[in-house]
C-alpha cells in the first residue's frame, strides 16, 4: 500500500498527489512513469512522474480527472492509499548539452515536461519554454516552468490569459524570428504534438514527443499501447513513451486512442449513477 502524503487541485479537475514510494523516488528519471491501481479490482492507470523528492521518499503524480478511473482516483485525499504502484517504468528521457531546446507542453502535459525541461537546464541548455491551455483555468504549472527555463510564453486558446492562439503558434514566431533551435520536447494532446511535429518537420528540427497510447499490463507483452514509429511497430510502455515526432505515424495512433469511447463514456456514466463511491484505500 503506497499512502497519499499530499492531495490538492491544481486546475480544474486537475489534481496534483504526493505519494510516498521511497524506492521508486530514489532510481526515477526525467521522462519515466508509473501504473497505479486504487484497489484490487481497479483499472491499471499510466501516469508520468512530474517531481520526486528522493530525500522525503515521495513522488509527484499530475492527473485530469477525464474518465471514470480517474475521477475515481481525484476523490482521494491525503492519508488514503493506493493499492498498487510500480515503477519507475519506460525509458528515461536522452539529457544532454544540445544547445538551445525548446520545451512545449499543452494542458496537463505541462506536468511531464516540467522535469524534462528542469534537467535539460542542468544540463547546461538554454531552455526556452511555451506551455497552453484552452483557457487560463486550466492551465498548470506556470510559476515552476518559469523558474526552470531561460524564458517562458504562454498562451490559451481563448485568450484568456497570455498569447490568445496556440503553442505551435507561438513556436512558429520563435522560428521565424530566427532563433536557433537543437531540439524541441512537445508533450500534450496529440493533435498538438502532431501540429508541433509539422511546424518543426520542415525546419528539420528533431522533435521528441512523449505518447500515452491505451496500456495494460507495461510490460510489453499485452500490446495494447502499439504504436507505428519509423515504419515498425513499437510498444510504448518498454521502448517509450518518447519517440522521434517526425516518425510517428499519429492517424493510426488517434484511432487506437478512439477505440474505446463508447465503452468509455458509459463506465464513466455508470460510476456517477452509482454515486461515484470510491473503494480504494481507507475511504
Do not use: W
Not at 7 to 14: G, I, Q
Not at 17 to 39: C, D, H, M, S, T
Not at 124 to 146: F, W
Not at 178 to 205: D, E, H, W, Y
Request: net charge neutral; with cysteine.
Amino acid at each position: 500500500m503506497f499512502p497519499i502524503v499530499e492531495a490538492k487541485p491544481l486546475a480544474a479537475a486537475v489534481k496534483q498527489f504526493k505519494i510516498a514510494a521511497p524506492e521508486i523516488a530514489k532510481k526515477r528519471k526525467p521522462g519515466q512513469f508509473i501504473v497505479l491501481r486504487i484497489n484490487e479490482e481497479g483499472e491499471r492507470i499510466p501516469l508520468t512522474m512530474a517531481d520526486a523528492d528522493p530525500e522525503a521518499g515521495t513522488i509527484t503524480l499530475i492527473f485530469q480527472e477525464l474518465g471514470k478511473s480517474t475521477e475515481q482516483l481525484g476523490k482521494l485525499k491525503a492519508g488514503d492509499m493506493i493499492s498498487d504502484l510500480i515503477g519507475p517504468l519506460g525509458v528515461p528521457t536522452h539529457i544532454e548539452k544540445f544547445g538551445t531546446v525548446v520545451c512545449v507542453g499543452g494542458g496537463i502535459g505541462i506536468a511531464p515536461v516540467y522535469p524534462i525541461a528542469k534537467a535539460m537546464r542542468e544540463a547546461g541548455n538554454t531552455v526556452l519554454s511555451i506551455i497552453g491551455a484552452r483557457t487560463k483555468n486550466l492551465l498548470i504549472l506556470e510559476e515552476e516552468m518559469a523558474k526552470v527555463s531561460h524564458s517562458l510564453k504562454v498562451s490559451t486558446d481563448d485568450g484568456s490569459y497570455g498569447y490568445h492562439g496556440f503553442v505551435s503558434d507561438i513556436l512558429q514566431n520563435v522560428i521565424d524570428e530566427g532563433t536557433t533551435i537543437n531540439l524541441v520536447v512537445a508533450i500534450g494532446p496529440v493533435p498538438m504534438m502532431r501540429v508541433i511535429c509539422n511546424v518543426t518537420r520542415n525546419q528539420k528540427i528533431k522533435t521528441v514527443v512523449s505518447l500515452n497510447p491505451i496500456m495494460v499490463d507495461a510490460t510489453g507483452m499485452c500490446g495494447a499501447c502499439r504504436v507505428t514509429v519509423g515504419g515498425r511497430t513499437r510498444f510504448v510502455c518498454v521502448d517509450g513513451p518518447e519517440f522521434d515526432g517526425h516518425e510517428v505515424n499519429f492517424v493510426e495512433l488517434v484511432k487506437r486512442q478512439r477505440a474505446y469511447l463508447d465503452q468509455e463514456k458509459l463506465s464513466l456514466e455508470t460510476f456517477r449513477h452509482q454515486g461515484g463511491a470510491c473503494l480504494g484505500g481507507k475511504s
